[in-house]
DNA sequence: TTGTGACTCCTAGTCCGTT
DNA sequence: AAACGGACTAGGAGTCACA
C-alpha cells in the first residue's frame, strides 16, 4: 500500500503552525523571504521542498525543523 | 550572522545514524532506490535534498524523518 | 486572503567513471 | 568502502497575472 503524501502532510502541518500563529500566508511568505504563491504551493502539498527552504520556514516559525515533521502517524 | 550550514548538519546526522546501523553508502542508496554518489554528497554537505528523498531516507533506516532534524543545537 | 497555471533558470538527482 | 568528477535529464526554485 502507498504511504500517504508526505508533501501533502508536511504542508498540512505547516499550514496549521501558520494558523496557530495568526499569520496570513502573505505574512509568513515575507518573513522567509519567498513568493507568497510558493509557500501556498507547499501548504497544499504540490511542491517538493527542500531541506534549506525547510530550515527557513522553521526558523520563521520560531520551532525547531523537527517539529514540522511530527504527528505524521508514522 | 550566518547560521551554520543545515545540509551539512542534515548530511553529518544521516552520516552517523547510518554508521550506527552499519550500512554503507552503497548499501543505503540501493535500499532507498538512490544512487550511491548523491547520497554521499548529501552527506558531505553538498546537495540540497528534497523532502520525499528525506522521508525516503528516513523509512530506509527505519527511523521518523524528525530524527534526522534533532540535536541540531537548535 | 488564497488558489492556480504558466513560465524561466538553475539544481536536484542519475549514470558513467577514476582515485 | 568512500570521495570526486563530467555530462546529462528531470524537476525544484522562484516569479507573475489572474481567478
Given at each position: 500500500?502507498?504511504?500517504?503524501?508526505?508533501k501533502?502532510?508536511?504542508?498540512?502541518?505547516l499550514?496549521d503552525?501558520?494558523?496557530q500563529m495568526?499569520?496570513?500566508?502573505?505574512?509568513?511568505a515575507a518573513v522567509?523571504?519567498l513568493?507568497?504563491?510558493y509557500v501556498?504551493?507547499?501548504?497544499?502539498?504540490e511542491?517538493n521542498?527542500?531541506?534549506?527552504?525547510?530550515?527557513?520556514?522553521?526558523?520563521?516559525?520560531e520551532?525547531?525543523p523537527?517539529?514540522l515533521?511530527?504527528?505524521?502517524?508514522?
Amino acid at each position: 500500500m502507498k504511504q500517504v503524501d508526505v508533501k501533502a502532510k508536511f504542508g498540512q502541518r505547516l499550514r496549521d503552525i501558520r494558523n496557530q500563529m495568526g499569520w496570513s500566508q502573505e505574512h509568513l511568505a515575507a518573513v522567509v523571504g519567498l513568493d507568497r504563491s510558493y509557500v501556498g504551493g507547499v501548504e497544499r502539498g504540490e511542491r517538493n521542498i527542500s531541506i534549506e527552504n525547510i530550515c527557513k520556514l522553521a526558523e520563521a516559525l520560531e520551532i525547531n525543523p523537527a517539529v514540522l515533521f511530527e504527528q505524521w502517524g508514522t
